[in-house]
């Protein structure tokens, strides 16, 4: 719960400077560029995340990378105080609620779709189109094929759950059987 709320709180203040700066787009891709780098070189994430090494050389290798990777002094900034708080170890957190907040001021939802077979690009749109109507906002969806399914469509958006698959309604029958309400 403390890491949420210690991602959320630097999420939105990096937000709010990029609001003012109309850099949103901007500071989201670079700070999705550092938690990849970090991701591809682990080793450079323990380093900055191990207590044991001084705060100073943590800086000094992140000033390097900076360089590497062309940061805005704002993200700069924004690392660089993570360092200095002994944060860097919410940077996945951060990035995952900073982009949260992107889709919140862009009017964007964004909806996990299950289906037991594959569906085309023209039935996602169809299934995305459907879901604006019941949102209100535009949906980007992510698709994942889920045989256990059996048919039908699984939708999630948030805490709005639309389950039409086939595993959903046999299971809802057995629920009826069991209470003698089909007859």
């Given at each position: 719960?403390?890491?949420?709320?210690?991602?959320?709180?630097?999420?939105?203040?990096?937000?709010?400077?990029a609001a003012e700066e109309n850099a949103i787009e901007r500071y989201g891709e670079e700070l999705d560029g550092f938690i990849e780098l970090l991701k591809t070189i682990p080793?450079?994430?323990?380093?900055?995340?191990?207590?044991?090494?001084?705060?100073?050389?943590?800086?000094?290798?992140?000033?390097?990378?900076?360089?590497?990777?062309?940061?805005?002094?704002?993200?700069?900034?924004?690392?660089?105080?993570?360092?200095?708080?002994?944060?860097?170890?919410?940077?996945?957190?951060?990035?995952?609620?900073?982009?949260?907040?992107?889709?919140?001021?862009?009017?964007?939802?964004?909806?996990?779709?299950?289906?037991?077979?594959?569906?085309?690009?023209?039935?996602?749109?169809?299934?995305?189109?459907?879901?604006?109507?019941?949102?209100?906002?535009?949906?980007?969806?992510?698709?994942?094929?889920?045989?256990?399914?059996?048919?039908?469509?699984?939708?999630?958006?948030?805490?709005?759950?639309?389950?039409?698959?086939?595993?959903?309604?046999?299971?809802?029958?057995?629920?009826?059987?069991?209470?003698?309400?089909?007859?």
């Amino acid at each position: 719960m403390k890491n949420q709320v210690i991602a959320k709180r630097y999420s939105r203040a990096l937000f709010n400077l990029a609001a003012e700066e109309n850099a949103i787009e901007r500071y989201g891709e670079e700070l999705d560029g550092f938690i990849e780098l970090l991701k591809t070189i682990p080793d450079l994430g323990n380093v900055l995340r191990n207590p044991l090494y001084p705060e100073a050389a943590k800086k000094n290798i992140f000033k390097k990378v900076s360089k590497k990777l062309k940061l805005s002094p704002v993200s700069k900034g924004f690392f660089t105080l993570l360092i200095e708080k002994d944060r860097i170890q919410h940077l996945p957190e951060i990035g995952e609620y900073y982009r949260k907040l992107i889709d919140e001021h862009s009017g964007i939802a964004r909806a996990k779709v299950s289906a037991a077979v594959e569906l085309g690009e023209a039935e996602i749109q169809e299934i995305a189109a459907s879901l604006e109507k019941k949102v209100g906002k535009k949906v980007v969806v992510e698709f994942q094929q889920d045989p256990s399914l059996l048919g039908g469509v699984y939708a999630q958006i948030g805490d709005l759950v639309l389950d039409g698959s086939v595993k959903r309604q046999l299971l809802n029958f057995k629920e009826s059987l069991k209470r003698g309400a089909v007859g």
